[in-house]
């Protein structure tokens, strides 16, 4: 399985990304935010967290505007797999390629720790691994963590079995409690808290690690 992992000006998740992917045995390729074209037969795009441009105009506006992000977007068209972690699903959002938006944390802080989350759907290549209702725990590090959804579309995600993660204990504010929302095709994944945090015993916890066995296993030919 191939998974290219972006890089933007000012992420900083990029490497860890790529550590988690690689122990789960894909085949990594870092992919610098000018180039345009992915390289040949990437099967996932990784969109790492940080603070690309700076956090400039709204988390992951301008990323959203890089020369390979029109290459990431056809390839969701296309039916490839994209995952979008904290700034990553900040992007997501700002593509369009998720429905909603991230906006400042209720609390108006930046969090970093550790939050609890129930799997809200196992039916997708990212969650595939866990149990429905499995409480895991993963970091969460941001300020704009809070997902605007209106009822309606609320409605829609529950309806469609699309919201991945939900909040125990809400953090941010976000609608419903949601912590990771999939695609209408449930190929894309945007979600807050940093599996690749929590993936291997060094982290201190290794619930995330699940999320990368689970979409490289799906993705590899037997
Ligand atoms: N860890 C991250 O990806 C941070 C995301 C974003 N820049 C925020 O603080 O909201």
Same mark, same amino acid.
């Given at each position: ?13 990029? &490497? ?9 045995? =894909? ?34 506006? $301008?990323?959203?505007?890089? #020369? ?9 068209? &296309? ?59 993963? #970091? ?14 609320? =409605? ?21 409690? $949601? ?42 030919? =037997?």
């Amino acid at each position: 399985m191939k998974a290219a992992v972006l890089v933007f000006p000012g992420s900083n998740c990029d &490497r860890d990304l790529a550590v988690a992917f690689r122990n789960a045995g =894909a085949d990594v390729t870092m992919v610098w935010h000018k180039d345009s074209r992915l390289p040949a037969g990437t099967d996932v795009v990784a969109i790492p967290g940080g603070f690309s441009f700076g956090d400039y105009l709204r988390c992951g506006a $301008i990323a959203a505007r890089s #020369p390979i992000t029109g290459s990431v977007v056809d390839h969701a068209r &296309r039916g490839g797999y994209v995952l979008g972690i904290c700034n990553g699903f900040q992007v997501l959002t700002e593509t369009g390629l998720l429905p909603g938006a991230l906006m400042r944390n209720a609390g108006l802080k930046f969090l970093c720790k550790s939050v609890e989350m129930v799997v809200g759907t196992t039916a997708s290549a990212f969650t595939a691994g866990y149990g429905k209702g499995q409480r895991v725990s993963i #970091p969460i590090a941001h300020h704009d963590g809070n997902y605007v959804a209106d009822d309606r579309l609320l =409605a829609r995600l529950r309806d469609e079995d699309r919201v991945a993660f939900r909040y125990v204990d809400n953090p941010n504010g976000s609608a419903g409690d $949601i912590a990771g929302v999939l695609s209408e095709n449930r190929r894309v994944l945007g979600m807050m808290p940093h599996p690749e945090r929590a993936a291997e015993p060094a982290h201190g916890g290794t619930d995330g690690a699940a999320l990368f066995r689970a979409l490289t296993g799906a993705l590899t030919p =037997a």
